[in-house]
């Protein structure tokens, strides 16, 4: 079976930090880009972040840019958003998936090509 697994959501007060982790099971994420995206409730699901297969180039959406970072451990077969600053907007469920590569627009990182899926890890930013 294939999945992610995601984790590390938690309640945390303004200008807090989290690391999300997102474990893949059943498949190798060595030849796939991964993304970060969230869903806040009564919004649409938007793109966080993106990181190419070999780890070389990374996208974020303007709203979190210079406060997360992606990253990845092939070995683990892990990807991780290391979220800093964080503010009350981040407040959504997180979930990581898995496509051919990032796509990219003016709006960031799309689910365009996303096959594989995680169910979710909730953050809250409330103080």
């Known amino acids: 079976q294939l999945k992610f697994t995601e984790s590390g959501g938690a309640l945390v007060q303004p200008g807090g930090s989290l690391r999300l982790s997102c474990a893949a099971s059943?498949?190798?994420?060595?030849?796939?880009?991964v993304g970060w995206f969230r869903q806040a409730p009564g919004k649409a699901r938007e793109g966080v972040a993106c990181?190419?297969?070999?780890?070389?180039?990374?996208h974020y959406s303007d709203p979190v840019k210079g406060r997360f970072t992606i990253s990845r451990d092939n070995a683990k077969n892990t990807v991780y958003l290391q979220m800093n600053s964080l503010i009350a907007e981040d407040t959504a469920n997180y979930f990581c998936?898995?496509?051919?590569?990032?796509?990219?627009?003016?709006?960031?990182?799309?689910?365009?090509?996303?096959?594989?899926w995680g169910e979710g890890t909730p953050v809250t930013v409330s103080s």
């Open positions: 059943g498949f190798s994420i060595r030849a796939y880009a």
């Open positions: 998936a898995a496509g051919g590569m990032c796509v990219v627009t003016r709006d960031g990182p799309q689910d365009y090509g996303m096959d594989y």
């Open positions: 990181i190419r297969f070999n780890g070389d180039t990374t």
